[in-house]
């Protein structure tokens, strides 16, 4: 599970191209200052692994120089879990130090919501309400470039607005930014990665995943790469290229 040496030049390829996207983006959006400590928010999944991995590898570049932390959310009463063991095997080589906090998201008392938002609320509220008492800059997430149009794309033909996944984000008037510093990759990039490093798998999936808008938008995203190989990276540019002269 830790990072593992031997790799062929293809392999090497992969992991530096996603390490210099990710200090492209950093920069880009300007996520992170000099001296920030920045908390990486792990789910388990593989996108929030390479995240941890290409930022424990960058924090310590001349023009960076920053703190790093990883924070896991156990949801007690979702069956959904990750293997902490090896999470914490990862972790510690990385040098990266890794909070493990329980909470109950009331899932049995939602009403009329759906449990996904109710656990995904109870999680990020634990996540950010950590991150500032602690004394964090920066809460890093781990969503790509595909994750940002398949968002733009449900809420414009769901919610009928322009919108999406920021680089950056203030939050609580400021007290935190949320960060994404995986923006500038695809979930190819990030799989690839993943496969390379051989991360571990989620123990127990989540039972309420609903992922349907997420799986429309993304055959859709499929059938527009069909039409033209670019169609995601250039779906993600124009949301930087917008001509508002030519809008209603």
């Known amino acids: ?8 030049k293809y392999q090497t390829r992969q992991i530096e191209y996603v390490k210099n996207q990710v200090a492209k983006a950093i920069g880009t959006y300007e996520m992170i200052g000099k001296n920030d400590r ?5 789910s388990g999944g593989k996108d929030s692994l390479v995240l941890l991995e290409a930022l424990s590898a960058i924090r310590n570049y001349h023009f960076l120089q920053f703190e790093l932390e990883a924070i896991h959310i ?9 293997d902490k063991e090896k999470l914490q ?35 990020r509220k634990a996540l950010f309400s950590f991150g500032v008492d602690n004394g964090f800059q920066k809460m890093a997430f781990g969503h790509h470039m595909d994750d940002a149009v398949e968002t733009l794309l449900i809420n414009m ?49 989540c039972p309420f995943e609903d992922k349907t808008y997420r799986n429309t938008a993304r055959d859709l995203i499929k059938q527009l790469n069909n039409l033209h190989p670019k169609a995601t990276q250039n779906l993600f540019n124009s949301l930087r290229n917008i001509d508002t002269e030519y809008l209603p």
Not at 74 to 82: A, F, G, R
Not at 96 to 105: G, P, W, Y
């Open 1 to 8: 599970m830790s990072p593992k040496s031997n790799l062929s």
């Open 38 to 42: 920045v908390l990486v928010a792990i």
């Open 74 to 82: 156990n949801v007690e009463d979702v069956s959904y879990e990750i």
């Open 89 to 123: 095997q990862l972790s510690d080589s990385l040098s990266v130090k890794l909070h493990i906090k329980s909470i109950k998201a009331d899932i049995e008392n939602r009403g009329k919501k759906s449990p996904c938002f109710v656990c995904s609320w109870h999680r």
């Open 157 to 205: 033909a769901y919610h009928g607005n322009i919108s999406s996944l920021p680089g950056k984000l203030d939050m609580f008037d400021g007290a935190i930014q949320s960060i994404r510093p995986l923006i500038l990759l695809t979930n190819k990039d990030t799989s690839e990665f993943a496969r390379i490093r051989d991360y571990p798998k989620l123990k127990v999936e």
